[in-house]
C-alpha cells in the first residue's frame, strides 16, 4: 500500500534562509508526486507536481522539488523564504494517474522575522 | 472563472445527526473528489465520482455516501454522526478524475460534532 512520511512536524526558520522540507513515499508502482500548501483556515493550494520526465520540478512562488526515484524521496526547496510563506505543507502521492491522493501527515514552516 | 465553491463553510451537528455538504466543481471539469481533514492529520480520501459514477471509495464506513448530480456538483452524506466525525471536508475537482491533470480543491466545510 502507498504511504507518505513527512520527517519533519515543524520546521521553524528565519527569514530570507533557505529551507527544505522532506517527504519519502512508498509504493511499488510508478507514482506522480505533488506538493500543496495550506494556509491557516483555506483550502489546498497545489504548489507542484511531478509526472515524469526532468526529476527537479520547479512551481509557484519559488519552490522547486527534486524527485528521487532510488531514495523514494520528493523533498521540497526554497532558497529565500519570506513571512508570507508560513503555512502548512503537504506532501501527497497518486499511483499513476489513478485520481486519489495519497497525503502525508504535513509539515508546519513558520517563518520568522 | 469561480473555483471549487463548497456550502456550508461552517456547520455544527449534535451526535446522531445526519450532515450534507455540497460542491461546485470548476466548470468543465467533470470529476469530483472528497476528502477528511482531521485537526493536525493530512485529508484523507473518502469518494471520488466521475460522470455520476462512483469511481473510487476510502477507507470509510458506510455512514459516509456521496452523489455527482448531471450538472456534475456533488453531495457528500454523513449519517450517524461520531464525535470523530470532526473535521473539514474538502472537495476537489479535475476535469477527468486523473490525478494528472491539476486538482482544484475547495475552502472546506467545517464540521463540527458536539
Known amino acids: 500500500a502507498q504511504s507518505v512520511t513527512q520527517l519533519d512536524s515543524q520546521v521553524p526558520v528565519f527569514e530570507e534562509a533557505p529551507v527544505e522540507l522532506r517527504c519519502n513515499y512508498s509504493?511499488?508502482?510508478?507514482?506522480?508526486l505533488f506538493w500543496y500548501v495550506q494556509y491557516p483556515n483555506q483550502g489546498l493550494q497545489l504548489l507542484l507536481k511531478?509526472?515524469?520526465?526532468?526529476?527537479l520540478v520547479k512551481g509557484i512562488n519559488g519552490f522547486e522539488a527534486e524527485f528521487n526515484k532510488s531514495q523514494t524521496s520528493f523533498h521540497l526547496r526554497k532558497p529565500s523564504v519570506h513571512i508570507s510563506d508560513t503555512a502548512e505543507y503537504f506532501c501527497a502521492v497518486s499511483e499513476g494517474s489513478q485520481g486519489n491522493l495519497i497525503f502525508g501527515k504535513g509539515t508546519k514552516l513558520s517563518v520568522k522575522p | 472563472d469561480a473555483g471549487v465553491t463548497q456550502s456550508p463553510t461552517h456547520l455544527i451537528k449534535t451526535r446522531g445527526q445526519q450532515v450534507t455538504l455540497r460542491c461546485s466543481p470548476i466548470?468543465?471539469?467533470?470529476?469530483v473528489s472528497w476528502y477528511q481533514q482531521v485537526l493536525g492529520q493530512g485529508p484523507q480520501f473518502i469518494f471520488q465520482?466521475?460522470?455520476?459514477?462512483?469511481?473510487g471509495r476510502g477507507n470509510f464506513p458506510d455512514r459516509f455516501s456521496a452523489r455527482q448530480f448531471p450538472n456534475y456538483s456533488s453531495e457528500l452524506n454523513v449519517n450517524a454522526l461520531l464525535l470523530g466525525d470532526s473535521a473539514l471536508y474538502l472537495c476537489?475537482?479535475?476535469?477527468?478524475?486523473?490525478?494528472?491533470?491539476?486538482?482544484?480543491f475547495g475552502e472546506g466545510s467545517w464540521l463540527t460534532v458536539v
Open positions: 509504493s511499488s508502482v510508478s507514482v506522480y
Open positions: 511531478y509526472l515524469s520526465g526532468s526529476t
Open positions: 476537489a475537482s479535475t476535469f477527468d478524475g486523473s490525478s494528472g491533470n491539476t486538482i482544484y
Open positions: 465520482y466521475y460522470e455520476k459514477e462512483e469511481r
Open positions: 466548470s468543465g471539469h467533470k470529476s
